[in-house]
């Protein structure tokens, strides 16, 4: 009886432990219930892969059933994560577990991988998988035991889970785990399962020739008493066959020394009798290989197969173009329409429904869309005007205002997105260089974002609080002094409200400051007004009218990331513009 393991594992943490563990590492329980979700299925990947060798099953099965192992793990996991005590033996026997799953340095990368896919601590994903990795082990001996399980029905239990697998499985998580290229390990780890469990279960298929027995903690199959007693039967069968044979050719000869040609008859007799046996014998045994052959067959036919199934083959896709007036048009190509409702709702929530244009189609056969993870570090060029993004996979090209070098968005995102993806500038398409020298500038030249800015948006105040929001002003802790990289570029982008005021349509702006949640709520809201009032007098010594800006403090209110993470406190650290009405 089969068993959907990952299934079994998202029913564990079910919505009252998702809650309660979240509170224990500092997430929010969808952020948590998404680590789940990510680690199950690539940790099962995992030990599919150390059940793909014989001595990998064998050492595998051994730890599932060693005492270490809880079998109720599934059914005491809310006692684990609602007490402290609790939660420490549920960090102690993840520790404990850990290698049978993975190396503890694919696990720390995994989650890693996994933290920049959801945007959750590294420390806290970590915590996640160490207790998702347990709780598959768990099932698996719990599993196991109620059906008596052997060794040779794990590697035939994991091949069963290749589709979820396969649905969950990204480049970036299976390389972290040491499974090179997905499409590589999933094209051959189900035959391999398949001869590992055919070898461990019925020694001699051929599936099995090339998995030698080494271990002398299982004995080998061929010592097995089954087949020397079989054996046995069937040659003292013989022997007492030949035996008859001879005795009746002696009685003969002895009823008659006398008549020679009666002799000669006996020994005709005897010797057709001897053939007869030994036609009988070969006959015996050519039915017996027979059955032997037809058994196998029925045994393979009716054993378990693996269900051929295909991986994604196609990359995730898509295309955003943003207008003068920071409106992005959004084209792509994902693989559930989960993905589709998660995007659109993302993109709804952070820029207003009314805020950009959305074309999105799934297509089942693309694989995860892992930047979807990291919508909040594209916002902002996905709003800067003139700027076009492409992403294919886990590659990300950028052109127009986005590949501007004086913005410095290609090392953002690179120092953003970090390892495992490729961050650079879209190739030029022919013909684009020679008509760029002979156009004149346009909102999509990447030469002034804030030329073109005040230029074709008619000095309206939404859309250049939009341009100035795309560079992000933070703060260290405790400090209401601004990063000089942060005011070099302020600097540029006060060059547009100058030219609105010298057109006579001055824009008046709010200038918000921002704090994490560290420290008092009454001191953080004194600190976030000298960081807006410090952006306030910057901005009036490059010769803004002092009249047309308004420094105003909101303390921790309205967090744009995570307080639980350093990254997230450092964003909630801000400046943010707003239309003054």
């Known amino acids: 009886m089969s068993i959907n393991l990952n299934q079994l ?10 809650e309660q563990a979240a509170a224990r590492v500092g997430c929010s329980p969808e952020l948590a219930k998404r680590v789940v979700s990510l680690c199950g299925p690539a940790l099962i990947g995992s030990i599919m892969n150390k059940a793909s060798s014989l001595e990998g099953a064998r050492a595998l099965f051994a730890a599932v059933m060693s005492p270490t192992v809880n079998a109720h793990i599934a059914e005491e996991l809310p006692m684990f994560v609602t007490r402290d005590e609790g939660m ?9 577990v850990d290698g049978a799953v993975a190396s503890h340095d694919s696990v720390n990368l995994l ?4 933290s920049e896919y959801t945007g959750v601590a590294a420390g806290a994903t970590r915590t996640l998988a160490g ?6 082990l768990g099932l698996l001996k719990r599993h196991l035991t109620q059906q008596n399980g ?28 040491g499974l090179g290229p997905v499409g590589g ?11 590992v469990s055919s070898h461990l279960e019925h020694p001699a298929t051929q599936e099995a020739s090339a998995f030698p027995l080494q271990s002398d903690l299982y004995p080998a199959p061929q010592t097995d008493e089954a087949q020397p007693k079989q054996s046995s039967r069937k040659w003292i069968w013989v022997a007492n ?9 002696l009685v003969a000869r002895g009823c008659s020394t006398a008549d020679k040609p009666k002799e000669d008859a006996v020994d005709a007799q005897a010797d057709t009798s001897a053939a007869a046996v030994s036609s009988a014998i070969a006959t015996d045994s050519a039915s017996a290989s027979a059955a032997d052959a037809g058994a196998s067959a029925s045994e393979q036919a009716s054993s378990p197969a693996f269900m051929p199934t295909l991986m994604p083959g196609k990359d995730a896709l898509a295309s955003v173009s943003v207008d003068a007036a920071g409106v992005p048009t959004l084209k792509a190509t994902v693989g559930t329409d989960e993905e589709r409702q998660h995007l659109i709702d993302e993109l709804s929530s952070k820029l207003g429904a009314d805020k950009f244009h959305a074309k999105v189609t799934v297509d089942p056969d693309t694989k995860p869309s892992a930047w979807i993870g990291k919508l909040d570090k594209l916002l902002p060029v996905f709003t800067l005007p003139g700027a076009s993004v492409q992403i294919t996979g886990d590659t990300i090209q950028l052109d127009g205002a986005a590949a501007d070098a004086k913005l410095g968005w290609m090392d953002k995102l690179k120092a953003l997105f970090g390892a495992g993806w490729s961050v650079g500038k879209a190739p030029v398409r022919e013909g684009a260089a020679s008509a760029s020298a002979s156009a004149p500038a346009s909102a999509s030249t990447p030469a002034s974002v804030a030329s073109v800015s005040a230029n074709s948006m008619g000095c309206e105040a939404p859309a250049i609080a939009r341009m100035l929001n795309l560079k992000p002003i933070n703060f260290r802790t405790g400090s209401n002094t601004p990063p000089a990289a942060a005011m070099a570029a302020l600097a540029k982008s006060a060059e547009t409200l100058k030219e609105c005021d010298a057109r006579a349509t001055p824009i008046k702006l709010q200038i918000a400051g921002y704090s994490d949640n560290t ?13 807006a009032e410090s952006v306030r007098a910057y901005l009036v010594k490059h010769g803004i009218p002092a009249n047309s800006l308004t420094a105003v403090g909101f303390g921790e209110a309205h967090p744009i990331a995570d307080n639980a993470t350093p990254a997230g406190r450092m964003a909630n650290r801000r400046i943010e513009f707003k239309q003054l009405n």
């Not at 066959?241 to 050719?249: D, F, P, V, W």
């Not at 001191?523 to 960081?531: C, D, E, G, H, P």
């Open 9 to 18: 594992v998202q029913g564990a943490f079910n919505e009252s432990v998702l």
């Open 131 to 136: 207790a998702v990795g347990a709780t598959i």
């Open 185 to 195: 390990f999933l094209a051959g780890v189900a035959s391999r399962l398949k001869a």
């Open 519 to 531: 420290g008092e709520a009454a001191l953080n809201v004194q600190l976030s007004k000298k960081r």
């Open 88 to 96: 420490r033996q549920l960090l102690s026997t993840s520790v404990s």
């Open 150 to 177: 052997q060794v040779g029905q794990l590697p035939t239990l994991l091949g069963h889970q290749l589709p979820v697998v396969r649905a969950n499985m990204t480049d970036a998580f299976a390389q972290a785990l």
């Open 241 to 249: 066959a030949a035996a008859l044979a001879l005795l009746a050719a």
């Open 111 to 114: 989650s890693e991988r996994i």
